[in-house]
């Protein structure tokens, strides 16, 4: 079976940090670390799904995936209870990936 060239993807995890779980695991695997982009939330803390720095990573790296994991940990400005009209406009950041023909994965935790 033939996979495919190998893509660019932003992983944003809140839970693992990137220097000494998130990129070692990858790397044992294989990855090509070059193509894979995160966030750094230890200098910019509070990042959630409605943050511009989502929409600027996704415009500047241009990845073909999106992982957010878990996608608790990045709803703190997002009220589910708000009118459908209102919570529209709360994921605005990651709308901006169908422009660049980009996937979003959101993992949630039970």
Do not use: W
């Not at 990129?23 to 230890?42: H, M, V």
């Not at 600027?56 to 400005?77: G, K, S």
């Amino acid at each position: 079976m033939q996979i495919g060239a190998p893509q660019k993807v932003i992983y944003q995890c809140s839970e693992d940090g990137v220097s000494d779980t998130i990129k070692p695991r990858l790397e044992r695997c294989g990855a090509d670390c070059g193509k894979i982009a995160f966030i750094n939330e230890e200098v910019y803390n509070g990042l959630t799904l409605d943050d511009e720095r989502i929409r600027q990573a996704i415009n500047e790296f241009r990845p073909r995936l999106v992982v957010i994991d878990p996608i608790q940990a990045y709803l703190a400005a997002i009220r589910i209870c708000r009118s459908q009209a209102e919570r529209g406009n709360s994921c605005a950041a990651l709308e901006c990936a169908a422009g660049y023909d980009c996937a979003i994965v959101l993992i949630g935790h039970l």
